[in-house]
């Protein structure tokens, strides 16, 4: 029973920050750093309250993978850093992820350009992909 309600603490805490992240991401296009630490480090409990172990190797290799395509000005850091914070909630389902997030990236960016917009909050997308997988 507790280890139940620990998960579903966990559980809301990061959907409850997903919100935060995702309206900071619609209205400013910026995914403050502190919420994202917060996402990160909330992983840790619910991965032990699951008992398996969070996806180090899959945040790194996302890490260092956009840190080159941010070199290269494909992409957004805070877009980087939230996917990586995601991807410790995901373990073994990171490539599920990304395509969910090719999806939802995919219906954003149509969305924006009917509304004329030039920035696509891509951040908003990665959360709705990592809600549909949690």
């Known amino acids: 029973m507790l280890l139940e309600l620990g998960n579903a603490a966990c559980l809301l805490a990061a959907m409850a920050l997903a919100l935060r992240l995702a309206w900071c991401d619609w209205r400013w296009r910026r995914l403050p750093n502190s919420l994202v630490l917060l996402l990160a480090l909330l992983s840790i409990p619910y991965a032990v309250l699951q008992s398996s172990p969070p996806a180090w190797l899959a945040a790194l290799v996302i890490l260092l993978f956009g ?24 373990p073994g389902q990171v490539g599920v992820l990304l395509i969910w997030l090719a999806v939802f990236g995919l219906l954003l960016t149509v969305m924006m350009l009917l509304l004329r917009r030039k920035t696509v909050p891509y951040g908003c997308a990665m959360l709705m992909a990592a809600t549909l997988l949690l």
């Open 67 to 90: 840190s080159w395509l941010f070199a290269l000005g494909l992409c957004g850091a805070g877009d980087i850093k939230l996917l990586a914070a995601i991807a410790l909630w995901l």
